[in-house]
C-alpha cells in the first residue's frame, strides 16, 4: 500500500517569513494530493489539493509543488500570519481508490 | 447546514467496557470514514464506507466495528475496549471516489483506563 513520509515534525517561523513542509509517497500510482490544516480541537480541514497532471497550484499565499518523478510534493506558505500556526498533513490517493494515506503531520508555529 | 457531527465529543471508558461513536452529515455524502489520529501517527483509516449498507476495512480494523444502515449516519463501535484505543476519533465524508474533499467532524477525545 501508499507509504506517506512527512517532514519536519516541527517547524517554528517569524511572522512574515515563508515556511515548506515536504512529503514524499512511495505509490508511482498515486495522483491526488491534498493537504489539510488542524487547528486545535478541531477537525482537518482541506487548504489545497494537486492532482499529477500539473506541477504546481497556488491560492494566495499557499502554493503546491509536485514532483512525479522524485514522488515527492510540498506545501509553501509566504508571508506566514499568527492564524497559520496549526498542524498540517500531507495525503495521497490513486483516483479511483476510496482511500486517502496520510502523512503524520507538521506542526507550524508562527513566531510574532 | 452542520456539516459532520459527531456524538460523543469526550468519552472516558474502562478496559473492557464497549461503546459506540456516532457520526452524521447533512451534505448527502455517498462515502464516509472513521480515523483514529494518535501523537505522532498521523490520521490511520480504520474503516470506511462507499454508501449506505456498505462498510469496508481500513487500515487499523481490529477492535472496531461499524454500520452504515443509513446514508447520513457512520457508527463505530467497540465491543471491548483496551487502553491501545486511547485516541481521537474523527469522522470524514466526501462525494465520491475522487476523495475531494473529505469534510471531517470535530473528533472524539477517547481515553481508556
Known amino acids: 500500500g501508499e507509504n506517506v513520509e512527512q517532514h519536519p515534525s516541527t517547524l517554528s517561523v517569524q511572522e512574515g517569513d515563508s515556511a515548506v513542509i515536504k512529503c514524499t509517497y512511495s505509490d508511482s500510482a498515486s495522483n491526488y494530493f491534498p493537504w489539510y490544516k488542524q487547528e486545535l480541537g478541531k477537525g482537518p480541514q482541506l487548504i489545497i489539493d494537486?492532482?499529477?497532471?500539473?506541477g504546481e497550484k497556488k491560492d494566495q499565499r499557499i502554493a503546491v509543488t509536485l514532483n512525479k518523478t522524485a514522488k515527492h510534493f510540498s506545501l509553501h506558505i509566504t508571508e506566514t500570519q499568527p492564524e497559520d500556526s496549526a498542524v498540517y498533513f500531507c495525503?495521497?490517493?490513486?483516483?479511483?481508490?476510496?482511500?486517502?494515506?496520510f502523512g503524520t503531520g507538521t506542526r507550524l508555529t508562527i513566531i510574532p | 447546514n452542520a456539516g459532520v457531527t459527531q456524538t460523543p465529543k469526550f468519552r472516558v471508558l474502562k478496559t473492557g467496557q464497549s461503546m459506540t461513536l456516532l457520526c452524521a452529515q447533512d451534505?448527502?455524502?455517498?462515502?464516509m470514514y472513521w480515523y483514529r489520529q494518535d501523537p505522532g501517527m498521523g490520521l490511520r483509516l480504520i474503516h470506511y464506507?462507499?454508501?449506505?449498507?456498505?462498510?469496508a476495512k481500513g487500515e487499523v480494523p481490529d477492535g472496531y466495528n461499524v454500520s452504515r444502515l443509513k446514508k447520513q449516519n457512520f457508527l463505530l463501535g467497540l465491543e471491548s475496549a483496551a487502553p491501545s484505543q486511547t485516541s481521537v476519533y474523527f469522522c470524514?465524508?466526501?462525494?465520491?471516489?475522487?476523495?475531494?474533499?473529505?469534510?471531517f467532524g470535530n473528533g472524539t477525545r477517547l481515553t481508556v483506563t
Open positions: 470524514a465524508s466526501g462525494w465520491d471516489r475522487d476523495n475531494s474533499p473529505l469534510h
Open positions: 494537486i492532482r499529477s497532471n500539473v
Open positions: 495525503a495521497a490517493s490513486n483516483l479511483g481508490n476510496e482511500k486517502l494515506t
Open positions: 451534505m448527502n455524502h455517498e462515502y
Open positions: 464506507s462507499v454508501g449506505e449498507g456498505t462498510t
